[in-house]
């Protein structure tokens, strides 16, 4: 599976818009980029997914870098209920079967400050 | 209503002791999953099903046997527990076909003393 790089952690304020990077310089051509957070003693949650166009969704949005190399996900005003740990994964596409398991690495660990 | 369950919450036993994990999904999916967390928070896949047929299992030792009774259930069972167990388990599911969010359960932190 093609690596991601994410900052061990980031601060921001209550209200501001979060940009969280993710690098994924060997992503190949086919590859989907995910998003998941995982909030304190609580199981992993679905956020977003691209694949070269950026995507908006309710919780957040998804800025793709035109190599596709990295991506951003931007929390447009984060409220002290976004304070998680955010992973960035590569997922391949669908080949039949579909059951593949997510490759989780450190994330990024969100500390937001009222 | 929860989509994917997992009980029990907590569990809390000795080494060398036989425990099952119980895992439910009520959202129609084909696909179920096991993580292990560690305690540095490492989230690793143990084992996917696809319509109740074993489709990973990622060097798991063969203490741990996943059984799918349906598609709804997946379950988890440890024989043998040893220190090292010590962990959360999340399960998850997804549909294979239409989406690939995994949708993941509230976790069963296992405590082994």
């Known amino acids: 599976d093609a690596k991601t790089t994410q900052p061990n952690s980031m601060e921001s304020n209550e209200e501001e818009p979060v940009h969280l990077p993710c690098n994924h310089s060997?992503?190949?051509?086919?590859?989907?980029i995910h998003w998941y957070r995982q909030l304190p003693s609580q199981g992993p949650e679905y956020v977003i997914h691209?694949?070269?166009s950026n995507v908006n969704n309710r919780m957040a949005s998804l800025a793709i870098a035109e190599d596709r190399k990295s991506s951003t996900l931007i929390l447009h005003r984060a409220t002290l209920r976004d304070a998680a740990v955010y992973y960035c994964?590569?997922?391949?596409?669908?080949?039949?079967?579909?059951?593949?398991?997510?490759?989780f690495g450190k994330g990024t660990h969100l500390i937001i400050q009222p | 209503d929860t989509a994917v369950s997992q009980t029990p919450k907590y569990l809390v036993t000795q080494m060398g002791n036989d425990k099952s994990i119980k895992c439910e999904q009520n959202?129609?999916?084909?696909?179920m999953y096991w993580y292990k967390q560690d305690s540095k928070k490492f989230l690793k896949i143990m084992f996917s099903y696809n319509n109740k047929e074993l489709i990973i299992n990622e060097t798991v030792p063969n203490r741990f046997s996943p059984k799918s009774p349906d598609k709804a259930h997946l379950n988890l069972h440890i024989n043998s527990l040893e220190l090292g167990d010590s962990a959360v388990y999340f399960c998850?599911?997804?549909?294979?076909?239409?989406?690939?969010?995994?949708?993941f359960g509230p976790g069963t932190r296992l405590t082994v003393t």
């Open positions: 691209g694949l070269t």
């Open positions: 060997t992503i190949s051509g086919t590859d989907y």
């Open positions: 998850a599911s997804s549909h294979s076909t239409i989406s690939y969010e995994q949708y």
């Open positions: 994964i590569l997922r391949a596409p669908y080949s039949g079967g579909g059951a593949d398991g997510l490759t």
């Open positions: 959202l129609g999916h084909d696909t």
